[in-house]
T-cell receptor, first 116, second 115 residues
Framework: GENVEQHPSTLSVQEGDSAVIKCTYS??????FPWYKQELGKGPQLIID?????GEKKDQRIAVTLNKTAKHFSLHITETQPEDSAVYFC???????????????FGSGTRLLVRP | NAGVTQTPKFQVLKTGQSMTLQCAQD?????MSWYRQDPGMGLRLIHY???????DQGEVPNGYNVSRSTTEDFPLRLLSAAPSQTSVYFC??????????????FGPGTRLTVL
């Protein structure tokens, strides 16, 4: 089955600096890679996703890159702000499904702290 | 829409007790799932359902049962609670499995402590 590894587990940056979180996946069949942000006391929320036919996707200060050959993908946050402080999770999946054996597998999470 | 709702928010059980964590969604999503979140281990899939009447096991199903009698509800049952089940539990839902995207909508979570 799929296995997703995420690094680093904690990341502290100065406000205005960039933050990069990296994930690797094991199943070459995976083709959908979402990123979730979890604020304290809340459930995770999707912030950006990418499919395997795209190498990069941007949404304002957030970007995700994907290297299918190396089976890794990364989240880039530029001009970080204190409100970016949260736990970030990457995940890998196969979409659409070919059968009902569906599993969205998450990485172990990165706690990002943006220092004012 | 209320989205995904979970009850209770907090629960303390003694070893061996049983309980049901409730989850409901009002978005007519076909897919629902339960995750547990432990420090340093991310979100691990317990059970999932691709539609009413259909359930399957995730990564860590032992000690948990589920059923899906309606599209809206997906309760998680602990038959005999153990301290190892102390965790935060999240329910999530998303569109049908034929969707090319997979935005999971998470509930607010249930913090469970087993003594």
């Amino acid at each position: 089955g799929e296995n997703v590894e995420q690094h680093p587990s904690t990341l502290s940056v100065q406000e205005g600096d960039s933050a990069v979180i990296k994930c690797t996946y094991s199943d070459s069949a995976s083709n959908y890679f979402p990123w979730y942000k979890q604020e304290l006391g809340k459930g995770p929320q999707l912030i950006i996703d990418i499919r395997s036919n795209v190498g990069e996707k941007k949404d304002q200060r957030i970007a995700v890159t994907l290297n299918k050959t190396a089976k890794h993908f990364s989240l880039h946050i530029t001009e970080t702000q204190p409100e970016d402080s949260a736990v970030y999770f990457c995940a890998a999946s196969l979409r659409p499904l070919v059968d009902s054996s569906y599993k969205l597998i998450f990485g172990s999470g990165t706690r990002l702290l943006v220092r004012p | 829409n209320a989205g995904v709702t979970q009850t209770p928010k907090f629960q303390v059980l003694k070893t061996g007790q049983s309980m049901t964590l409730q989850c409901a969604q009002d978005m007519n999503h076909e897919y629902m799932s339960w995750y547990r979140q432990d420090p340093g281990m991310g979100l691990r899939l317990i059970h999932y359902s691709v539609g009413a009447g259909i359930t399957d096991q995730g990564e860590v199903p032992n000690g948990y049962n589920v059923s899906r009698s309606t599209t809206e509800d997906f309760p998680l049952r602990l038959l005999s609670a153990a301290p190892s089940q102390t965790s935060v539990y999240f329910c999530a839902s998303s569109y049908g499995v034929d969707s090319s995207t997979d935005t999971q909508y998470f509930g607010p979570g249930t913090r469970l402590t087993v003594l």
